[in-house]
């Protein structure tokens, strides 16, 4: 309703969808009010950048500004119009991570590149904020996987690892192998993860205290969804140590590269 209102549609029109919608379906309470939860966390999560955004433009819109404050607003604008972009792709994300991600479109694929390909990503972040990333991988590494889904998981890691990071600080990715397994292990040198909160950083919408006063922007999606993917591949997501001198991710996938994916394979949703 509070986005049916946004978007300008009658409050008689919204009363007779509502009708029109109970007609037709029949909800448990259980979803309501998990429908209800996520309705409100969009508009709390959406609001903060919108309200930024608003006030950002109607200042420049008054036009009596240096060019330079001008361009420093401009700045906040996109900053905070990237946040909500980010959001609305999580959340399109979390919308798939029911039955449509039971098909996985897994083809072999070289694990390292895809980290290659994160790690191209995540440069001009890691060098504005001075940190350091350094792999100790094989050169090529090949399971059946599918390459989108586990690149989101990688980058997912990789841009928390930055974002929570001190400035000056370094990221260190390695690689375990067992027979038929591989594990990627993200360390990081930033402001870890207290105890109380470890599990809860799995939980959709949640960011710990310390990330909700930095000025670190983030849905708390991420690493719910990531955890999702890499059990659906019949692989895990844990965090494993966490200090106030940083925290260690991993991410372990199976190594056979075929007949081991399934819909048994994955875990029960969260
Ligand atoms: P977000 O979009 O907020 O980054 P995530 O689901 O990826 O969402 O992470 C959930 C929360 O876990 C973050 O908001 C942050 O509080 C915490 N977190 C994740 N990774 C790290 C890390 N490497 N170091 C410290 N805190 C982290």
């Known amino acids: 309703v509070?986005?049916?209102?946004?978007?300008?549609?009658?409050?008689?029109?919204?009363?007779?969808?509502?009708?029109?919608?109970?007609?037709?379906?029949?909800?448990?309470?259980?979803?309501v009010r998990a429908r209800d939860d996520l309705i409100e966390a969009v508009v709390h999560e959406l609001r903060t950048p919108l309200t930024s955004i608003l006030g950002n433009a109607e200042l420049v819109q008054?036009?009596?500004e240096q060019p330079q404050t001008v361009a420093r607003r401009a700045g906040v604008i996109v900053r905070n119009a990237e946040q909500m972009e980010s959001i609305l792709?999580?959340?399109?994300?979390?919308?798939?991570?029911?039955?449509?991600?039971?098909?996985l479109t897994s083809v072999?694929?070289?694990?390292?590149?895809?980290i290659e390909n994160c790690l191209a990503a995540s440069r001009t972040a890691a060098d504005a904020r001075g940190v350091t990333i350094d792999v100790i991988?094989?050169?090529?590494?090949?399971?059946?996987?599918?390459?989108?889904?586990?690149?989101?998981?990688?980058?997912?890691?990789?841009?928390?690892?930055i974002k929570y990071n001190r400035v000056g600080g370094f990221?260190?990715?390695?690689?375990?192998?067992?027979?038929?397994?591989?594990t990627f292990a993200v360390t990081d040198s930033g402001c870890g993860i207290?105890?109380?909160?470890?599990?809860?950083?799995?939980?959709?919408?949640?960011?710990?205290?310390?990330?909700?006063?930095s000025a670190q922007k983030g849905s708390g999606l991420g690493l719910g969804i990531s955890r999702d993917i890499a059990r659906?591949?019949?692989g895990d997501l844990r965090l494993v140590e966490s200090s106030p001198a940083g925290s260690r991710f991993e991410l372990t996938l199976p190594l056979e590269l075929s007949g081991h994916l399934s819909a048994e394979a994955a875990a029960p949703q969260r």
């Open 2 to 31: 509070i986005l049916a209102s946004a978007a300008g549609v009658s409050g008689a029109r919204i009363r007779r969808k509502r009708v029109q919608l109970a007609a037709q379906t029949v909800l448990t309470e259980q979803a």
């Open 62 to 64: 008054q036009a009596s």
């Open 89 to 103: 792709a999580d959340l399109l994300l979390a919308r798939s991570t029911g039955p449509a991600l039971l098909g």
């Open 108 to 114: 072999p694929s070289d694990l390292r590149a895809l």
């Open 137 to 161: 991988a094989s050169d090529t590494l090949w399971a059946e996987v599918d390459p989108n889904r586990i690149r989101q998981v990688l980058d997912n890691l990789l841009t928390n690892a």
């Open 171 to 182: 990221v260190v990715v390695t690689e375990t192998r067992t027979i038929d397994t591989v």
């Open 194 to 213: 207290a105890p109380p909160e470890r599990a809860l950083v799995f939980e959709p919408y949640y960011r710990t205290e310390s990330a909700r006063r």
């Open 232 to 234: 659906r591949h019949g």
